[in-house]
């Protein structure tokens, strides 16, 4: 059993000195340079938090008519609508957002500790709210993780405290089992949380929300969209059963199975979490989805998923 220390750089949780990636290549693209990342827990345990903010959104479909010409003397034969799958109806929250004043954005942080606070008083949630820019930090978390990326680097104060471990035989390095438990107090965490509560959480944050969304850059501020795919990159991702046989490399672990080191840094992660937490996380999503009438499930694919 290789025990590896806390800031050695093979660490999946532990970013590198030079990029800020994490092992296991959990940036997109191949390289530890590729873009920005964040650990398992930190984009588990955000997703919760995250998971606090989304609301409806629905596809439309639009049948479309074809007609035959008209035979001389003889009345117009229309052909039947072509074979779509039927409009869905439009949902909204099952929950309301509490009616409440809302400061403007940079004085958000003491109104987003009392209401987070009612929802959880776990260690590892008073642990993020110890920290600044609450609202902005939810806002690009959920934005990262709607891309496939993970935004450890916002939330490093969350680190898991246990090392990092795989295990060497003559077959190959696999990941260690044992290194799932350093993820079971957030998973603990989001199971805790009441999904009517989180919904009306992010229902009441949601106006702040949208302009910090827009502070970013995107000025159409429609936020429940980013959301809906932040959550549907996380459901997509299927648990891993057995060992999970890893490749050595000189900073950092990648996955030996092509498919999975194909997987996006978001859903890496996840699959790091072990599968009964990763269990755990998705059931609270799904639960926090119908609260907030979302169907991440429409959401398109947008890479491998296993």
């Given at each position: 059993?290789?025990?590896i220390?806390?800031f050695?750089?093979?660490?999946?949780?532990?970013?590198?000195?030079?990029?800020?990636?994490?092992?296991?290549?959990?940036?997109l693209?191949?390289?530890p340079?590729?873009?920005v990342?964040?650990?398992?827990?930190?984009?588990k345990w955000?997703?919760?938090v995250?998971?606090?903010?989304i609301?409806a959104?629905?596809?439309g479909?639009v049948v479309?008519?074809?007609?035959?010409?008209?035979?001389?003397?003889k009345?117009?034969?229309?052909?039947?609508?072509?074979?779509v799958a039927?409009?869905?109806?439009?949902?909204?929250?099952?929950?309301e957002?509490?009616n409440?004043?809302?400061?403007?954005?940079p004085?958000?942080?003491?109104?987003?500790?009392n209401l987070?606070?009612?929802?959880s008083?776990?260690?590892?949630?008073?642990?993020?709210?110890?920290t600044d820019?609450?609202?902005?930090?939810?806002?690009?978390?959920?934005?990262?993780l709607?891309?496939?990326?993970?935004?450890?680097?916002?939330?490093t104060?969350?680190?898991?405290?246990?090392?990092?471990?795989?295990?060497?035989?003559?077959?190959?390095?696999?990941?260690d089992?044992?290194?799932?438990?350093?993820?079971?107090?957030?998973?603990a965490?989001?199971?805790?949380?009441?999904p009517?509560?989180?919904?009306?959480?992010?229902?009441?944050?949601?106006?702040?929300?949208?302009?910090?969304?827009?502070?970013?850059?995107h000025?159409?501020?429609d936020f429940?969209?980013v959301?809906?795919?932040?959550i549907?990159?996380?459901l997509?991702?299927?648990?891993?059963?057995?060992?999970?046989?890893?490749?050595?490399?000189?900073?950092?672990?990648?996955?030996?199975?092509?498919?999975?080191?194909?997987?996006?840094?978001a859903?890496?992660q996840?699959?790091?979490m072990?599968?009964?937490?990763?269990?755990i996380v998705?059931n609270?999503?799904?639960?926090?989805?119908?609260?907030?009438?979302?169907?991440?499930?429409?959401?398109?694919?947008?890479?491998?998923?296993?």
């Open positions: 059993m290789a025990h220390p806390d050695d750089l093979k660490d999946p949780d532990v970013p590198s000195d030079s990029s800020g990636d994490f092992s296991l290549r959990d940036s693209g191949s390289g340079s590729a873009g990342t964040d650990s398992p827990e930190r984009a955000i997703i919760l995250v998971v606090l903010l609301t959104a629905t596809i479909y479309f008519e074809r007609t035959r010409p008209a035979a001389p003397e009345a117009v034969v229309q052909a039947p609508p072509a074979a039927p409009a869905r109806p439009r949902e909204g929250p099952l929950v957002a509490e409440i004043a809302l400061p403007p954005l004085e958000m942080d003491g109104v987003v500790r987070v606070v009612k929802l008083s776990h260690p590892k949630v008073l642990a993020w709210l110890a820019g609450l609202v902005e930090n939810i806002t690009v978390a959920t934005l990262n709607s891309e496939g990326r993970t935004p450890v680097k916002h939330w104060a969350l680190r898991p405290r246990e090392r990092f471990s795989v295990t060497k035989a003559p077959g190959g390095t696999r990941l089992p044992r290194s799932y438990r350093r993820y079971d107090e957030f998973a965490a989001i199971a805790g949380l009441d009517a509560g989180t919904a009306r959480l992010y229902l009441t944050l949601k106006p702040r929300i949208i302009e910090a969304y827009r502070d970013l850059g000025p159409e501020g429940d969209p959301l809906e795919r932040a549907a990159t996380l997509r991702t299927k648990e891993i059963s057995g060992d999970i046989a890893l490749e050595e490399e000189i900073l950092t672990y990648g996955f030996a199975d092509p498919d999975v080191q194909a997987l996006s840094s859903q890496k996840l699959l790091r072990g599968p009964d937490n990763m269990r998705q609270k999503l799904r639960e926090i989805a119908v609260q907030l009438g979302l169907h991440p499930e429409s959401v398109r694919s947008s890479g491998p998923t296993r």
